[in-house]
C-alpha cells in the first residue's frame, strides 16, 4: 500500500486525470470535427431513419438521380450505400471465397500441400467460414470507427506508461537505492509489487480511458441498442474473423489494447530495471522504437524476415490493423493468423519479462562502477556542461527555459498537433468555385480583352442550346426523329446549362474587378478562394481555435521563466548577480519574443501550407483591395505586405501574452501562473468559443486572428482588447518590476 | 589473470572479429566460374528470346505468367486452364487500396517480368515510385508471389544526370543490363553489367563507352554468349554514328563485334544470325561469315520473330498508326517463301512466342475494353482457322 501511495501522490494523480481528461478531449473534438464533417454524420442518422421507416430504395433512388444538395450530403449517401452493399454482399462473398479456394488449389503454383501457400488457404477458409452463420443488420457504424480510428490514445498511453515506470525507481535517483536494498523486503517482494502496481495501473488507466471512450461513442452513434449488433455488420470489420457482437468487440478490443500496452510497460520496466542511469534507458528506448519503426514500415510482408514487422516494440504501440485486417504470418511454413500470434506473442512477453524483471531487480546491485556507456554519456555531459557554461547570458537563459523547463518539449508537442491536424485530402470544390479556380489561374492580373472574350463565349456557347433545340425540334416535328430520341436529345443539352453557370459567376467577377478598377484605377484578377479561407470570416470558428491553441503554447512556455528560479531557490543568489536584475529581465522579454515568433510560426506556418496547396494562394504582388473581402479595408498594400502586416499582428498579440504570463511568473509558481494566465488570457475566449459568452471586448482570441481589424468590424472591440491587454502588460509588469528589479522587492 | 586484464583481453577479441566482419562484408565477393552449358536452349534457364522486348509475359513448363500495365502479375495455369492473380490470398480483392498487401500487385515495380529457375525477376524502385530517388534493385519472387527478396541494386542514376534508359536479360544465372545516362557535356555514358542471381549481389562491368546517343540496346542470352547493340557518335554531327552488333563469351569473358552496321532486330538459331538489313531479310552464318538475303519485308512492317520454323512479320507499329484497319502476320518460311497470312486480333499487340503459340495483348485504345491476353495455336497456320484462346481477362 505505501509503494501505491508513494506512486501515486497527488501530482501523480493530477497528471493521470489530466492525461485521461486530455484524451477524452481530443477524442471528443475527433468526433466532432469540422462543420463538414458534423454535416455529412446528420445526413448519415437522417438516412438511416429513413432506411429503417422506408428501405433502401428512397436514398438509391437520390444517388441515382443525382439529388443530393451538396457536397456533403454525397458523401453521406455513398457510405450509407456502399455499407449496405457490402451487407447486402456479404453471403455471397463467403460463399465466392469456397470458389475461390476450390480455383487456388487446382492452380499448380499454389498447390504443394506441405508448402506455405496451401496452409495460408486453409487456414484462411477455415477461418472466414466461422462468419457463415452471422447475421448482418445496417445501422451507425461510426459507434465503432470512431473509438478504433483515434491514434492519439497510443501517444497517451506511452506517456502514462513512461510516467508510472519512471516513478517506481525515484530511490535510484535520490540516492535510497542502497538503503532499500538492505532491507528485508526491499528486493523480490518490492519488485513483485512494483510490477503488480505496474500491470494493474496500465489495466485500469486503459480501462478508464477506452471506457470514457467507449461511453461517449455510444451515446452520441445511436445508444446501447447498437451494440447488439454483430460486429461484422460493420464494414471496417469485414475482415474479424470472430463472430460476436459490437458490444463484445469492445470488450476484447480493450483487453488486446492492454495486453499490448502491458508488453511496452513490461519493456519500459525491464530496461529502467536494468540500467542505472534512467537517461540512458530513455536513449534505448528511443532507439528501440526507431528500429522497430524501421522495420515495420520498410519490410515488405512477403519479405522472408517479415516476421520482425511483428516482433517489435513500434509494432505494439498499435495493433489496430491486425485486429482490422486479415493476413496470416508464415510461421517456419505454417500459415498463422496475425491477431492471434499478436496475442501469443505479447502474453509470453509480459509473462517472461515480468519474471526475468523481478530477477534483475533481486540482483541488479546499488553499488557499481559506471557501465561503458554510462561512462560515454558522462564523458558527453561534462562536454556539453562545458558548452553551455560558455554561453552568454541570452544563451543561458534560452536554455534554461528550452531544456530545463521543457519548453522544447512543449513546442514539439505542439508542432505536432499542429501538423497532425492538417488534412492534405483533395477538396470538393462546386462548380461555381471551380470556374473561378479555372479562371483565376488562367487569367489572373489585370483584366485583359482575352478573358473578356473568354467569358462572352461562354455566352455564346450557352446560345447554341436553343439553336440546337429548335433544329431538333424541327426535325421532331418534321419526322426525322421519334419522340423519344427527341426527349433524350434535349435532355442531353442540359450540358449547356453549366455554361450559363459559368457565364454567370465569371461576369459577376469581372464586375467586381471593373468596379475595383472604377474606385481604385489599378485592378487585377485573383484566386480569392484560398485568402478567403486564410483570412476572410466564413472560416472563423477554425481561426478562433488556432488563435486559441497558439495562446495556450505561449502561455505554456512562459509560465516557468521566473518561477523556475524562485523553485530552485536561486531568486536571491541571481538578483545579487551583476547581470541579476535589469539585465536578465530584458533578456527574458527577448525570449519571450523568441517564443512568441516560434509559436506563431508553429501555429500557422502548417494551415497556410494547406490551404496555399489545396487552393492555391499567389498574386502577393497584387493590391490587397482586389480581394473582394477586403474591398472596402482602408489598406492599399500589396497582397504579400498585407500578409506580413497580418502576422506581425498575430505575434505582437501573442508576445504580450507572453510578457503577462512571464510577469505573472514571477510571483508565482509555475503551475499557478499557468492557471491564473489562462483564466485571464484565455477564459473568456474559450467561454465565447464554445457558445456560453458573447462578451468581444475581452475575448483576448480576436487579438490573434484579427478578424475584426482588418474586415471593419467593432472597431471599438480592438480599441478595448488592445487597452485591456496593455493595462494587463502594465500591471504585471509593475508587479514584476517591484519584485525583481527594485532592491526593495522580493523580501522573500 | 587480474579481472582488467581478462576485460582487455575480451576487448581485443571483440575488436579483432568485428574488424574481420567489416573486412568480410567489404570485400567483393569471390567470382564464380561460369560453366558452360552449350548452345541448345535450355527451358527455365535461358533468356526468352522467342518473345519481343516487352518483357511482359515469361512462359513455363506449368503455365504463362503476364504482367498488366497497372502492374498486376497473373498466371495463366496450362494443368486447370485457368488464370488467377498471383495471390494466394482468399480474402484478397487485388486492388492497390488493400489493406492485405496483395502479393500479384507491384505498385512500385517496372511492369517487366523475367523467369529463371522457378523464380521470377522484376526491377523495382527504391523507395517508391512518386519519390525522387532514382536507384532501382533486383527482386526475386517466389512462384506462387508470395515471397519478394530484393537480390540487389542495379541502377544509381547520378543525380546530375538528365535521364537513363536501361535494357535488361537473365539468361543462365545473370541478370544482364545496360545503363546510360547524360553527362553535362551532352553525351552519354553507357555500361553493360552482370548481375550474379545467386544472391552474393556481385556485379561486374562487362563492357562501357561513352558519346553522343551511346547506347546499348537488344540484350538477348543465347547459349554460352550474350548478344547486344552498340551505337554511339563522337560528335554531334552523326557523321561520326557507329553501330554494331556485339558478343560476349560467358566463359572466356571476351567481347567480340559480330557485324558492323548493322539496324534493328535479330533472332539466332544454329549459329545462324536472322537480322533486318534496310527492309531485307537476311541470314548471316557466324561459322562461314557467309550471308543469305531471303526476304524481302513488306512496306509497314515491325516488329518480328523467328522461331526456329517460321519468320511471323507483324505490321502492327505502322498499323496503330492508322487505325488498325489493315492488321496482319506474315508467316514466311526458312526459304524465303511466304506460308500464310494470319489476322487473328486486329487490336492485339503480338507477343509471339515458342513453337506451340503466339500470344496477343490487347490494347486499350479507348480505355473501354477489358484488359486480355489470348494466344493463337500455330498449328493452325494454313488451315484458314484463326480462332484463340483467352488466357487473361479483367
Known sequence: ?748 | MTKKRITIIVAVIISIALLLIIILAMKKPKETKYLPLGSTYIPGQDDQTMLNDLNQIQLTEQGVYYISHQGKLWFYDEKSKISTPVCSKLNCKHEIYESTGCNALFPDFTTEIKYYNEKLYMIGKDGNFSSLSQKYSLYEISKDGSKRKKLGQMIVVPEDADSYTSNWSVHRGYCFYSISYNTSDNKEVVTLNQMSLDGTDRIDEITRFEGIGASISGINGYGDNIYYVKSKSEDLSYDTYSIGLYKYDLVTKQEELVIDKFYGYYFISNDVIYYDQYGTLVAYNMTTKEEQTLYEFPKDYGPWQFDGTYFYIDNFYEDIRNGLENREIQIVNTSGELVDTINPLTTSECFFGDEKYLYFRSINLEGTEPIRLARYAKNQITTGDESTEVLVEE
Open chain 1, 1 to 748: 500500500m505505501y509503494e501505491w501511495r508513494r506512486i501515486y501522490h497527488k501530482k501523480t494523480v493530477a497528471l493521470v486525470v489530466v492525461l485521461l481528461l486530455c484524451n477524452l478531449f481530443f477524442f471528443i473534438r475527433s468526433q466532432l470535427g469540422d462543420e463538414n464533417t458534423r454535416e455529412v454524420k446528420e445526413y448519415e442518422r437522417s438516412f438511416l431513419e429513413e432506411y429503417e421507416k422506408n428501405g433502401m430504395e428512397g436514398i438509391k433512388e437520390k444517388q441515382a438521380e443525382g439529388m443530393f444538395t451538396n457536397v456533403n450530403e454525397y458523401k453521406a449517401i455513398n457510405t450509407i450505400l456502399s455499407r449496405y452493399q457490402y451487407i447486402y454482399d456479404f453471403q455471397e462473398t463467403l460463399a465466392k471465397m469456397e470458389e475461390e479456394y476450390k480455383i487456388k488449389t487446382s492452380i499448380s503454383i499454389f498447390s504443394d500441400e506441405d508448402g506455405y501457400t496451401m496452409s495460408s488457404l486453409k487456414q484462411t477458409l477455415k477461418d472466414y467460414r466461422r462468419l457463415n452463420d452471422v447475421e448482418l443488420k445496417i445501422g451507425n457504424d461510426r459507434i465503432l470507427t470512431d473509438v478504433i480510428s483515434f491514434k492519439e490514445s497510443h501517444i497517451i498511453v506511452i506517456i502514462f506508461i513512461f510516467l508510472i515506470t519512471i516513478q517506481l525507481y525515484q530511490e535510484r535517483r535520490k540516492g535510497l537505492w542502497s538503503m532499500i536494498y538492505s532491507t528485508p523486503k526491499g528486493r523480490i517482494q518490492l519488485a513483485m509489487m512494483r510490477g503488480y502496481i505496474l500491470i494493474s495501473s496500465v489495466i485500469l488507466f486503459l480501462l478508464a480511458m477506452y471506457g470514457s471512450m467507449i461511453i461517449y461513442s455510444t451515446i452520441t452513434n445511436g445508444g446501447v441498442k447498437e451494440l447488439g449488433r454483430s460486429v461484422q455488420s460493420v464494414l471496417e470489420l469485414k475482415d474479424f474473423v470472430y463472430p460476436m457482437t459490437i458490444g463484445s468487440f469492445f470488450v476484447v478490443y480493450v483487453s488486446i489494447q492492454i495486453l499490448t500496452a502491458l508488453v511496452l510497460a513490461m519493456m519500459f520496466w525491464l530496461l529502467f530495471s536494468c540500467i542505472r542511469n534512467y537517461k540512458v534507458s530513455i536513449l534505448v528506448l528511443a532507439m528501440l522504437f526507431s528500429v522497430g519503426y524501421v522495420l515495420y514500415t520498410y519490410i515488405p510482408i512477403q519479405s522472408n524476415i517479415a516476421l520482425l514487422k511483428y516482433i517489435n516494440l513500434y509494432y505494439f504501440i498499435d495493433v489496430s490493423e491486425s485486429i482490422l485486417s486479415y493476413q496470416n504470418i508464415n510461421l517456419i511454413g505454417h500459415a498463422i493468423n496475425r491477431l492471434m500470434f499478436t496475442v501469443v506473442v505479447a502474453v509470453v512477453f509480459v509473462v517472461v519479462v515480468f519474471f526475468c524483471t523481478i530477477g534483475i531487480n533481486h540482483y541488479t546491485r546499488p553499488f557499481a562502477a559506471m557501465g561503458k556507456l554510462e561512462q560515454v554519456c558522462e564523458w558527453g555531459v561534462i562536454r556539453w556542461r562545458r558548452m553551455v557554461a560558455r554561453m552568454n547570458l541570452m544563451g543561458i537563459e534560452l536554455y534554461k527555459v528550452l531544456v530545463w523547463q521543457r519548453a522544447g518539449l512543449i513546442l514539439i508537442v505542439f508542432a505536432y498537433l499542429s501538423i497532425s491536424s492538417i488534412e492534405m485530402d483533395q477538396i470538393w470544390f462546386t462548380d461555381e468555385q471551380y470556374t473561378l479556380l479555372e479562371f483565376s489561374d488562367a487569367y489572373s492580373g489585370p483584366v485583359t480583352e482575352e478573358a473578356r472574350l473568354h467569358v462572352e463565349s461562354l455566352l455564346t456557347l450557352y446560345e447554341q442550346k436553343e439553336v440546337l433545340k429548335k433544329e431538333a425540334e424541327s426535325k421532331y416535328q418534321d419526322g426525322g426523329i421519334t419522340q423519344e430520341e427527341y426527349m433524350a436529345y434535349t435532355e442531353s443539352l442540359r450540358i449547356y446549362d453549366t455554361y450559363l453557370i459559368q457565364y454567370t459567376v465569371l461576369t459577376e467577377k469581372l464586375d467586381r474587378v471593373d468596379q475595383v478598377e472604377e474606385q481604385y484605377g489599378d485592378s487585377a484578377i485573383v484566386n480569392e478562394l484560398g485568402y478567403e479561407k486564410l483570412l476572410g470570416d466564413k472560416n472563423i470558428k477554425f481561426h478562433q481555435l488556432l488563435a486559441l491553441k497558439a495562446m495556450l503554447c505561449i502561455i505554456l512556455l512562459c509560465a516557468g521563466m521566473y518561477s523556475y528560479e524562485t523553485k530552485c531557490g536561486t531568486k536571491s543568489v541571481v538578483r545579487t548577480t551583476v547581470y541579476g536584475r535589469k539585465p536578465i529581465f530584458y533578456k527574458k522579454i527577448a525570449i519571450v519574443g523568441l517564443l512568441a515568433m516560434t509559436t506563431m510560426l508553429i501555429t500557422y506556418v502548417p494551415s497556410f501550407y494547406q490551404i496555399s496547396t489545396l487552393y492555391g494562394l499567389g498574386n502577393y504582388s497584387e493590391k490587397v483591395y482586389n480581394l473582394s473581402f477586403l474591398t472596402n479595408n482602408t489598406l492599399t498594400c500589396s497582397i504579400g505586405t498585407f500578409l506580413i502586416l497580418v502576422y506581425t499582428v498575430r505575434f505582437v498579440a501573442l508576445f504580450f501574452f507572453g510578457v503577462v504570463t512571464l510577469f505573472i511568473s514571477s510571483v508565482a509558481t509555475a503551475e499557478v501562473s499557468i492557471i491564473i494566465s489562462t483564466i485571464l488570457l484565455m477564459g473568456p475566449s474559450i467561454l465565447s468559443y464554445i457558445g456560453m459568452i458573447d462578451i468581444k471586448s475581452i475575448e483576448f482570441y480576436h487579438l490573434v486572428e484579427c478578424m475584426n481589424l482588418y474586415l471593419n468590424k467593432n472597431d471599438m472591440v480592438t480599441v478595448c482588447l488592445i487597452g485591456l491587454l496593455l493595462c494587463l502588460v502594465g500591471g504585471s509588469y509593475w508587479i514584476s518590476n517591484r519584485i525583481w528589479n527594485s532592491s526593495k522587492g522580493g523580501g522573500k
